[in-house]
């Protein structure tokens, strides 16, 4: 797909279709109004037989329309005009392409990004058209042997914005290209099967980024994270025939000196629970588990693609996690690789223990702060659904800036305490500390109260995820999510927003 933005006059635009809004209760938009008066009132006179209500959703496709260079005018729905927004405005081009996707259109002016929103300029508008046209565009069919996408038939999208707009825009165009390549790669990552998607394949895939962009990657095998004395990963990985692999990436876009972001992904590439084996429904579904990796993956090739002036580390360690003769025992006592023991009274709270030797890792980079990606807990699921990824913190500010990040890219967050309160239900009678908690209330932050347990040293925030990776149901696939919210915070950073 080929992005471009315009402005000036859209009437004399020669393409296959121009696109335009419709409020409820029949009312053309500013941009549809605009495009009318070329028209002589054209478009009015369709609204007003009563062939387009405006009702979100919908479309009408017109031929021919005169007065209008393009071939086509397609009226889309916006909804009540009192209530559009961020999300109304995503669900119109989402809802364009799909109307346009099997027509003969194959270059295709936007004017929606002309509407306005309260508090969301051109850039906006643009940066997350192009996230939605992706979205809609996506088909989970890598691996049938007839895929569904077979006629693309849209070639050429463009955003039409005022004049003195054009140049933000045109950057913000970039940026949505380079995040949606981002949220695309997680999606195919997410969605492969774990035959395929394989601790070794997580690897591979790192490497071939680093090669494609020029970052650096180097990989620990097995001898690696036993010299580490990375005992807590190395625990989850002894029950599969998967060699677990330890993923360093590193992007060095800024000063040689300026503290790292450090990234770090909880890459479990198949979660059968281990020995405390999960219930078979649904367990299909576990070979997300590596979603946390694979929104790594996706956000460094977003940074990438978008040469943020920062330094970032991406962590990912990758295994299995599979009942077996060799299988770590509930009840086995393993020591972290920062010296603090850990029982491990349930095999399935799997994510914390690679982590956890993540975490101690990222020290030795000195960070900035660190932001791990997880998911960590059926819980979140319980509390949040699939709108909002769970944010838990030891740093306000980080947690701030997180939030934002996930508002302004529609990727949102919801933050949950972590008062010491709820450490006090990490308690073991053998060992430093045990991977559950004795009760599952809360079980989403104390989920995270282990991991803070081995981030004393630096800022840090958790993203559980569990809920808003994937999609489960008739549509089940991977979201690509955070990469969104990830991708602007490292913007934001870079004060590129
Ligand atoms: N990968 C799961 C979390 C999960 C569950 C994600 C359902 C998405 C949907 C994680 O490893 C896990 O099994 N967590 C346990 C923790 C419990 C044993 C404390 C859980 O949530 O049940
Ligand atoms: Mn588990
Ligand atoms: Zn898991």
Not at 367 to 373: A, R
Request: hydrophobic share 40%; aromatic share 6%.
């Amino acid at each position: 797909m080929e992005f471009s933005i315009k402005s000036g006059s859209p009437e004399k635009v020669r393409c296959s279709c121009i696109v335009v809004g419709v409020f409820e209760a029949r009312t053309l938009s500013m941009p549809a109004r605009k495009l009318d008066k070329s028209a002589g009132s054209y478009l009015a006179g369709i609204l007003r037989q009563g062939d387009m209500e405006g009702k979100a959703g919908t479309t009408q496709l017109l031929h021919g329309t005169p007065g209008i260079a393009a071939e086509r005018v397609l009226l889309v729905g916006l909804g009540k005009e009192g209530d559009f927004g961020e999300q109304a405005y995503r669900d119109a081009v989402a809802t364009t392409v799909k109307a346009l996707k099997n027509t003969g259109s194959k270059d295709v002016l936007i004017t929606l990004s002309d509407l306005s929103i309260a508090g969301r300029n051109a850039a906006w508008k643009v940066r997350q058209g192009v996230l939605a046209i992706h979205d809609a565009l996506y088909r989970a069919d890598r691996l049938k042997s007839k895929r569904d996408n077979d006629k693309p038939s849209l070639g050429a999208i463009s955003f039409l914005v005022a004049g003195k707009d054009a140049k933000s825009a045109a950057a913000a165009l970039a940026q949505g290209e380079a995040i949606a390549q981002g949220m695309n790669l997680t999606r195919e990552l997410g969605n492969l099967p774990a035959n395929i998607c394989t601790p070794t394949y997580l690897a591979q895939q790192a490497q071939k980024l680093a090669k494609a962009f020029k970052l650096k990657c180097t990989v620990l095998e097995r001898a690696g994270m036993e010299k580490l004395g990375m005992g807590s990963l190395l625990s989850v990985a002894r029950g599969s025939h998967q060699p677990p692999q330890f993923i360093v990436l590193q992007y060095q876009g800024g000063k040689a000196k300026a503290k790292p972001i450090v990234l770090v992904g909880k890459g479990v590439t198949f979660d059968t629970g281990g020995i405390s084996l999960k219930p078979g429904a649904e367990m299909d579904e576990m070979k997300y588990d590596m979603s946390g990796a694979a929104s790594v993956l996706g956000t460094f090739h977003a940074l990438a693609a978008m040469k943020l002036p920062l330094n970032v580390v991406g962590l990912i360690p990758a295994t299995e996690n599979m009942p077996g003769g060799a299988a770590t025992r509930p009840g086995d006592i393993v020591t972290s690789m920062s010296g603090q023991t850990i029982e491990i009274l349930n095999t399935d709270a799997e994510g914390r223990l690679i982590l956890c030797d993540a975490l101690t890792y990222a020290e030795r980079f000195e960070p900035d702060c660190v932001v791990d990606v997880a998911t960590l807990t059926g819980a979140c699921v319980i509390a949040l659904g699939a709108v909002a990824s769970g944010l838990m913190a030891n740093d306000d500010a980080l947690a701030h800036s997180l939030l934002e990040a996930g508002q302004t890219s529609g990727d949102r967050a919801w933050q949950l305490p972590l008062w010491e309160d709820y450490q006090e239900m990490l308690k073991s009678n053998f060992a430093d500390i045990p991977n559950i908690s004795g009760s599952r209330a809360a079980g989403t932050i104390t989920g995270a109260c282990f991991l803070a347990r081995f981030t004393k040293k630096y800022r840090w925030a958790h993203l559980d995820i569990a809920g808003t990776a994937w999609r489960s149901g008739k549509d089940k696939g991977s979201t690509g999510r955070p990469v969104p919210l990830l991708a602007h915070f490292l913007l934001k950073r870079a004060r590129k927003l």
